[in-house]
């Protein structure tokens, strides 16, 4: 019997088209079948994805086995009968245990081969399980994995890690840069986010995020998309940026729609995004930071943070000593926390540092007590008191952070509302009952917020985020007189906006309305 007979080999190709050629469902690679052959079809699949299983219509082999079984049953004494196959345990008994003929596995003769299209499916979600938790490829050669995946479908048929690297992942990579690129086409808007760093092995690299709003089928929804994290090998120059950016987004064909770059402080990042004519903005978690990180350089207050470090790290470099404060903890009746680590880049770690070791207060005292820890410097009762209203100041910082931190949400509406409260949250302190450390420190935050954030309402894309956004409107300004100039901008531009239901001279004729009658919004045409 042919091939073309017994393998149904079309599963795995699309139907030919009129010059005779079929396109690969794993690789899109295009073959010719001139004749209606299926013996390139067949060759492909052994090459290119030997995992794929071939499915047979019938086999002679097992039909004559089947026959084989028949005749040695009916042969078999009453006291030797053979269970009905239904009976048979599939996994753990073979033929030779219920007839003695052959040494073959029953499940072999009623496992039905798993069809294509589900064998696409597990394939597409073990790649995205490896891609997504970053497990290595050779995952699929581990056996206690095969042997998870075989009890759980014996019928599918792992990859092998060259079907992996060479097959698997680049077609759904293809796939999900095709996807990209069509929502890229679609969006009227980008805004992006970009950033340079070097690893551990001092190699560096630069990335591109692009944020924009995706309208598909119906749903509207907040998509953030990574255009390229790429090896890096030329200098971090202004010049150097502005060229890795244009060719990211000709290569993507967004150059006229940026609306925003995004990027941290440094001057080479703002020079680059300057360079190119792009509107920058800087990253407010990391300005931020930074207003944060010099409020606690100050003398008093790095004194105390200084030697909460050293005591971090004293009970971090001994198992022992961690046992034994796991023991105070648990004889004080306190619950079982571990101390943190401070992280130099990011402020509110050293505030959650001191947080969990002013936690930690009476466990960890009465540990070094009990050991007579010579090694570690204690604080004392006046450093202590600094700690804890130097938390109560950070409070708000800290919680402001974590809420601008957040990659599911439009952040950028809500920046002049963030700088108020925290303004407000150092004026309202009461100055008489702080140490004199700790008001330096709330003096020097204040300053420092001022200095940064003093003039946020003047920047056009802030104000007119905060109007557009429908939580603020008008309550998100501080000064009603930026909130009238916002306005008044915005009123101008849309006026200058051509569309086909509404024109120019309409626009105008509701304007000459409004002026006329004092009463009505003024902006009620928008």
């Known amino acids: 019997m042919s091939a073309k007979q017994t393998i149904q080999v079309w599963l795995h190709f699309s139907k030919p088209n009129g010059e005779k050629r079929v396109k690969c469902l794993y690789c899109g690679q295009q073959l010719s079948v001139l004749n209606n052959s299926t013996g390139p079809l067949i060759r492909h699949l052994s090459r290119k994805h030997p995992t794929q299983q071939l499915i047979r219509r019938s086999s002679p082999q097992i039909t004559t086995e089947r026959r084989e079984i028949s005749a040695s049953s009916s042969s078999t004494s009453a006291t030797e009968t053979v269970p009905a196959a239904a009976s048979l345990p599939l996994a753990n008994r073979n033929i030779s245990q219920a007839v003695g003929t052959t040494t073959r596995p029953v499940y072999e003769y009623f496992t039905r081969p798993l069809p294509s299209s589900k064998q696409r499916e597990i394939d597409r979600q073990l790649i995205s399980m490896i891609t997504k938790e970053y497990h290595p490829f050779s995952l699929v050669e581990d056996e206690e994995f095969k042997k998870l995946v075989k009890l759980l479908s014996p019928s599918y048929n792992l990859p092998t890690r060259q079907t992996v690297s060479h097959a698997l992942i680049p077609t759904i990579y293809k796939e999900t840069v095709d996807i990209v690129e069509s929502r890229l086409a679609r969006a009227s808007a980008i805004c992006l986010t970009m950033d340079g760093w070097c690893s551990r092995n001092n190699d560096s690299f630069f990335n591109i995020t692009a944020h924009y709003i995706v309208e598909d089928n119906d ?67 990391h300005s931020l930071n930074l207003r944060t990180q010099s409020g606690l350089k100050e003398k008093e207050v790095q004194v105390v943070v200084d030697k909460i470090k050293a005591i971090v790290r004293y009970f971090h470099k001994s198992s022992h000593v961690l046992v034994k404060i796991k023991e105070m903890q648990e004889r004080l009746g306190l619950p079982i926390w571990k101390l943190k680590n401070d992280v130099p880049t990011r402020w509110n770690y050293t505030y959650d540092m001191i947080r969990r070791v002013l936690s930690m207060k009476n466990a960890l005292i009465s540990t070094v007590a009990m050991m007579n820890c010579c090694n570690v410097e204690m604080l004392s009762n006046e450093e202590w008191a600094i700690a804890e209203q130097s938390m109560d100041i950070l409070s708000m910082f800290d919680m402001v952070t974590k809420t601008i931190s957040a990659q599911k949400s439009v952040t950028l509406s809500s920046l002049i509302i963030y700088y108020t409260k925290l303004s407000r949250h150092q004026s309202s302190t009461n100055s008489s009952n702080l140490l004199l450390p700790v008001e330096n420190l709330r003096h020097k935050l204040s300053m420092e917020l001022l200095k940064r954030f003093g003039d946020i309402e003047d920047n056009e894309l802030v104000s007119q985020a905060t109007i557009l956004d429908p939580r603020f409107k008008k309550f998100g300004f501080n000064d009603l007189s930026r909130y009238n100039k916002t306005v008044q901008s915005m009123y101008h531009k849309v006026a200058n906006i051509k569309c086909d239901d509404i024109t120019t001279s309409d626009l105008q004729e509701k304007s000459a309305d409004v002026e006329k009658n004092p009463k009505t919004d003024k902006y009620s045409a928008l």
């Open 219 to 285: 749903r509207t929804f907040l998509s953030s998309d990574l255009l390229g994290c790429d090896s890096y090998t030329d200098r971090h120059t202004g010049e150097n940026i502005c060229e890795k950016i244009n060719q990211t987004l000709s290569r993507l064909k967004i150059d006229n729609r940026i609306a925003a770059i995004v990027t941290d402080n440094a001057s080479n990042m703002k020079l680059g995004v300057r360079t190119g004519g792009w509107c920058h903005w800087g990253c407010f978690a």
